[in-house]
Nanobody, 127 residues
Framework: QVQLVESGGGLVQAGGSLRLSCTVS????????MGWFRQATGLEREFVGA????????YYADSVKGRFTISRDYAKNEMYLQMNSLKPEDTAVYYC????????????????????WGQGTQVTVSS
């Protein structure tokens, strides 16, 4: 059984930074992609970014490119989302997820590809 636990959410002013963490226990494989998604109130869950567990290739939504950075610590089984220059529209519940057996062409942006999800952590950006 795979478990994912997010942490690091909170309240920050616009222009500030936050770093989210996702700790993974269970089946992570060389084929895995780890992703970050977010869901604002009343909206659908959307892709933020993803990272290949082996190799570390990263993929980002256009809305966060240049502001957010995803990294992972292979030894700790942790993934991070460094969020800079935050905007009020970044306010959402942020989720991490794992696609354990991704294809070589996958870029992590398809929600239905993911097997397991964390419980989410709230990020609120005030104007």
């Amino acid at each position: 059984q795979v478990q994912l636990v997010e942490s690091g959410g909170g309240l920050v002013q616009a222009g500030g930074s936050l770093r989210l963490s996702c700790t993974v226990s269970g089946g992570i494989f060389s084929t895995s992609i780890m992703g970050w998604f977010r869901q604002a109130t009343g909206l659908e869950r959307e892709f933020v970014g993803a990272i290949r567990w082996s190799g570390g290739n990263t993929y980002y939504a256009d809305s966060v490119k240049g502001r957010f950075t995803i990294s992972r610590d292979y030894a700790k089984n942790e993934m991070y989302l460094q969020m800079n220059s935050l905007k009020p529209e970044d306010t959402a519940v942020y989720y991490c997820a794992v696609d354990r057996f991704s294809t070589a062409r996958a870029t992590g942006n398809i929600i239905s590809d993911y097997d397991y999800w964390g419980q989410g952590t709230q990020v609120t950006v005030s104007s």
